[in-house]
């Protein structure tokens, strides 16, 4: 299943035109129970992030065989092979490439319930591999486009904004800058 932008148009009568983002499938995530995951960490050293993208400020780093609380993970920029950043107890996000899960893998981060955002950039909107502008762009969405939105994070300020809405979507993630979407509804929480 593509990533599907919604446009509404107004011509006599509302309609619904659905365009597929590129080659990205959609996966929403499922919410599931407030739980705390462990994880250790196989790696000489793994980074602390500000936000679950290596192109974020480093916050601290843990070393080999440190036991860690995960609250949940998100699709991000890959880290040799592997999209998935672990949300902290702290708050703080790790790759998940470096992280041996002890127990069941962390739930993917959000309500479960997708909320909606209307691009409203002056053209077309950057969709990133994670929520920086130095990240990967992997696709646009044109302006009025209605995209689907899972949850939000604090990272790089963009025009005085540092959220940044991760898209339903797979693998490679998919974000965009808060700064250039109007929310339609309920703003979605927070990852």
């Not at 440190?66 to 999209?83: D, E, F, L």
């Not at 790790?94 to 962390?106: C, E, H, K, M, S």
């Amino acid at each position: 299943m593509a990533i599907r932008i919604r446009l509404r148009t107004v011509v006599a009568a509302t309609a619904t035109a659905v365009l597929p983002l590129g080659s990205l499938a959609a996966a929403a995530p499922q919410a599931q129970a407030a739980t705390t995951y462990r994880g250790k960490v196989v790696a000489s050293a793994l980074n602390v992030r500000s936000a679950p993208t290596a192109a974020a400020g480093r916050v601290g780093t843990l070393r080999n065989g440190t036991t860690i609380s995960i609250q949940c993970k998100v699709y991000g920029p890959s880290v040799r092979g592997n999209a998935r950043w672990y949300k902290l107890s702290t708050g703080k996000w790790v790759t998940a490439r470096y992280v041996a899960n002890i127990g069941p893998a962390p739930r993917w981060c959000g309500d479960g319930r997708e909320s909606e955002g209307r691009v409203v950039a002056s053209t077309s909107l950057s969709i990133r591999s994670g929520p920086h502008t130095a990240n990967t762009k992997v696709s646009s969405a044109p302006r009025g486009a209605l995209l689907p939105i899972v949850c939000k994070v604090n990272s790089q300020m963009v025009g005085g904004n540092p959220r940044w809405y991760q898209l339903t979507g797979d693998g490679g993630g998919q974000w965009v800058s808060a700064r250039y979407v109007s929310n339609v509804g309920s703003p979605p929480p927070f990852c």
